[in-house]
């Protein structure tokens, strides 16, 4: 079982929080670093100064300030940007970390933080959902096309003239590709045809378990040939006892019964436990949504009494 640090950081957070973060997660041994790509904080929009980051300019920056950790978003919204300038920046981050990027691509959902932004949002989930799988196309066969080639495209959505697909990724044929959700069609669909890796994010076990089911079934009648990674994503709230995990609860403003119901909450024994249950469920990796930057002896209890146990 890796474990992988997810952050929020339009909740609140700096590209200085985000480095010291990206910073403890390498030196703690944890497998990699991803983060949200939102432009608006969830609830109270006035909280969550100073203000959003941009998702690929923080992991080009933190490229450059790491040498070992996998950089990704959970997810890239496919509404706020082009694909073909994507694929470039994506590609760039990709040179620039030495090979250690994974891509995350969404649909797009939160459609307030659209319009704080003056970013169109298609009205229906079938509109977005059909750009998000030209999109997918796009990406992948802009990066895949091989050095000398040309790439075009003609799609309902999106049209691109004939042209050089430049520039490459450093990995071949791209940087791994995640689709995540728990939609019973589409989602399976896209991810047995698009992606490396298949993520459920914040759900059940139960849930998480019948969305792996159905994206197996969906990589099985494709016929392809590589496997798919399963994994999923829960919020953390880890303390050495009951005192310290209501102390990080209530910081994150979040009850601890709740926690343990939805999430992954309790002693390093309590979180192992959860996290077995999710690998007995097919999970390969986790996703622990960490929501205190600021709390690094949080990530350092998790490195040194759940990582070990899980080995």
Request: net charge negative; with cysteine.
């Amino acid at each position: 079982m890796r474990l992988r640090i997810f952050l929020e950081p339009q909740q609140g957070a700096t590209y200085e929080d985000q480095l010291a973060v990206a910073r403890a997660v390498e030196d703690l041994g944890f497998d990699a670093l991803f983060r949200s790509d939102h432009y608006l904080s969830m609830g109270d929009h006035v909280s969550g100064l100073p203000g959003p980051t941009d998702a690929w300019i923080t992991l080009a920056g933190l490229a450059r300030e790491t040498s070992r950790i996998r950089l990704g978003t959970l997810m890239t919204a496919a509404t706020f940007r082009h694909p073909g300038p994507l694929a470039i920046s994506v590609a760039q981050v990709d040179r620039m970390s030495g090979g250690r990027v994974e891509f995350g691509f969404g649909a797009g959902w939160f459609e307030e933080e659209h319009a704080v932004y003056g970013i169109p949002f298609p009205d229906s989930a079938r509109e977005r959902f059909d750009r998000y799988e030209e999109q997918l196309d796009i990406i992948t066969g802009l990066w895949s096309t091989p050095v000398g080639d040309t790439f075009r495209y003609e799609g309902r959505h999106f049209r691109l003239a004939e042209g050089p697909a430049l520039p490459k990724p450093q990995q071949g044929p791209h940087p791994p590709v995640l689709i995540g959700g728990t939609g019973p069609k589409r989602t399976p669909r896209l991810a047995a045809k698009f992606a490396d890796e298949y993520n459920v994010p914040f759900s059940s076990l139960e849930d998480t378990e019948a969305a792996f089911g159905r994206t197996a079934d969906a990589v099985r009648a494709s016929g392809r040939s590589t496997p798919m990674v399963y994994s999923a994503a829960q919020v953390l709230c880890a303390g050495r006892d009951e005192a310290e995990v209501s102390k990080r609860a209530a910081r994150i403003g979040r009850d601890v019964s709740e926690l343990r119901q939805n999430g992954l909450a309790g002693t390093p024994d309590e979180i192992v436990e959860r996290i077995s249950r999710f690998a007995a469920a097919g999970a390969e990796r986790m996703y622990l949504q960490v929501l205190d930057l600021s709390d690094l002896d949080h990530l350092e209890l998790v490195a040194s009494a759940v990582a070990p146990q899980l080995d």
